[in-house]
T-cell receptor, first 112, second 113 residues
Framework: DSGVTQTPKHLITATGQRVTLRCSPRSGDLSVYWYQQSLDQGLQFLIQ???????AKGNILERFSAQQFPDLHSELNLSSLELGDSALYFC???????????FGPGTRLLVL | GESVGLHLPTLSVQEGDNSIINCAYS??????FIWYKQESGKGPQFIIDIRSNMDKRQGQRVTVLLNKTVKHLSLQIAATQPGDSAVYFC????????????FGGGTRVLVKP
């Protein structure tokens, strides 16, 4: 158990819908990262927050957004969902940018 | 991004033997490297890390070697056990690239009893 929690574990929704994935980092970690893992693209970095502020952006679509709240939990919002958005979405946390990232168990999203 | 899934290279290893998993990286400015293990249905799990000013680091049953000259990273697992069966990813962080973690394509390790 990494100490990072993610909810929900599984999510099934339809194309065009909007979902919110939630992540609680390890106690004391200020950085939160979101990743997408699909069969044909591997693990892709989406976005990083540090203490409430966006720090780095990766291959995140404009339909996706995230935020980190004052209590340091983070949410990833996915809108206008497409079939290709079906993937595992992982959250990771670390104390700071060059410290080890610890991953949560992931949310499996299936868009039908 | 890298391709994974159906096209993952696979390393078959006899239980008790040593495993060596290799990773090539392209960015000579990378500052920090990490090996992760991912079991089916779970998130990546930290194994060991190494900073760019080192060439070797040892953990419990694992050793990471970094060769900056040829931009090569390897993970050695001693006395491989059935519980070591998983997909192993190397990852790199480059401060100049915005501190994002870039993952390699992964290697599937299958331990035969």
């Amino acid at each position: 158990d990494s100490g990072v929690t993610q909810t929900p574990k599984h999510l099934i929704t339809a194309t065009g819908q909007r979902v919110t994935l939630r992540c609680s980092p390890r106690s004391g970690d200020l950085s939160v990262y979101w990743y997408q893992q699909s069969l044909d693209q591997g693990l892709q970095f989406l976005i990083q927050y540090y203490n409430g502020e966006e720090r780095a952006k990766g291959n995140i679509l404009e339909r996706f957004s995230a935020q980190q709240f004052p209590d340091l939990h983070s949410e990833l919002n996915l809108s206008s969902l497409e079939l290709g958005d079906s993937a595992l979405y992982f959250c990771a946390s670390s104390v700071s940018w060059q410290e080890t990232q610890y991953f949560g168990p992931g949310t499996r999203l299936l868009v039908l | 991004g890298e391709s994974v899934g159906l096209h993952l290279p696979t390393l078959s290893v006899q239980e008790g033997d040593n495993s060596i998993i290799n990773c090539a990286y392209s960015n000579s400015a990378s500052d920090y490297f990490i090996w992760y293990k991912q079991e089916s249905g779970k998130g990546p799990q930290f194994i060991i890390d190494i900073r760019s000013n080192m060439d070797k680091r040892q953990g419990q049953r694992v050793t990471v070697l970094l060769n900056k000259t040829v931009k090569h990273l390897s993970l050695q697992i001693a006395a491989t056990q059935p519980g070591d069966s998983a997909v192993y990813f190397c990852a790199e962080i480059t401060q100049a690239a915005g501190n994002k973690l870039t993952f390699g394509g992964g290697t599937r390790v299958l331990v035969k009893p």
